[in-house]
């Protein structure tokens, strides 16, 4: 499975940005995909997850601000960002579950920056 993230960039805060993560390859035993981010000098830190049917949960720092979405055709998941904050900085890496086929049971998409400005 290769997971390509897009939709990065800057904007000043109280903004919006939308990111996108396209599944491609072998998707039909994916559980769940979603965001974790990294922010210089910090420890990665999840920020949301969507599973095949649709259950969603997130990061209790974006939670009321950020959502989650999925188009299944597409084996896309989108990630809604409102009401940014500049601590809200940092690459943004499209994670996928996958119990069955993925070494150590997960994919890991390339990062996408993310910078708000105060």
């Known amino acids: 499975v290769q997971l390509q993230a897009s939709g990065g960039g800057s904007v000043q805060a109280g903004g919006s940005l939308r990111l996108s993560c396209a599944a491609s390859?072998?998707?039909?035993?994916?559980?769940?995909i979603g965001w974790y981010r990294q922010a210089p000098g910090k420890q990665r830190e999840f920020v949301a997850t969507i599973s095949i049917g649709g259950t969603t949960n997130y990061g209790d720092s974006v939670k009321g601000r950020f959502t989650i979405s999925s188009d299944n055709a597409k084996n896309t998941v989108y990630l809604q960002m409102n009401s940014l904050k500049p601590e809200d900085t940092a690459v943004y890496y499209c994670?996928?579950?996958?119990?069955?086929?993925?070494?150590?049971?997960?994919?890991w998409g390339q990062g996408t920056q993310v910078t708000v400005s105060s």
């Open positions: 390859g072998s998707t039909f035993s994916l559980h769940a």
């Open positions: 994670h996928a579950v996958d119990p069955i086929a993925a070494p150590g049971g997960e994919y």
